[in-house]
Nanobody
Framework: VQLQASGGGLVQPGGSLRLSCAASGFTLRDYAIAWFRQAPGKEREGVSCISREGSVTYFADSVKGRFTISRDNAKNTVYLQMNSLKPEDTAVYYC?????????????????WGQGTQVTVSS
């Protein structure tokens, strides 16, 4: 089971980025996939999750209305579209799976993690 996150970069406030989480070794559509982020000096926090059935959960109130999680089963990939980015969105973003069909909030319930991709929002 491997996950690879990509798509991060440097963007100005108000800009957009799309993160990708590509899976190998398992069929991504059969499991819940979540995005987490960790800013310097802070704990890792949940951002969003999509269940096997396609139900979407946004863990962080601060991203509601700005971030959208989606899944492309043909490409075995989950995306996180991030719009109206703010400096406080700066963090390393990780994708993960708990190898279950449903989403869970706690970081400790996720067993498989991608390597992370840096998102920096700055002018």
């Amino acid at each position: 089971v491997q996950l690879q996150a990509s798509g991060g970069g440097l963007v100005q406030p108000g800009g957009s980025l799309r993160l990708s989480c590509a899976a190998s070794g398992f069929t991504l559509r059969d499991y819940a996939i979540a995005w987490f982020r960790q800013a310097p000096g802070k704990e890792r926090e949940g951002v969003s999750c999509i269940s096997r059935e396609g139900s979407v959960t946004y863990f962080a109130d601060s991203v509601k209305g700005r971030f959208t999680i989606s899944r492309d089963n043909a490409k075995n990939t989950v995306y996180l579209q991030m719009n109206s980015l703010k400096p406080e969105d700066t963090a390393v973003y990780y994708c993960a799976t708990n190898y279950r069909s449903y989403c869970q909030y706690r970081v400790s319930t996720y067993d498989y993690w991608g390597q992370g991709t840096q998102v920096t929002v700055s002018s």
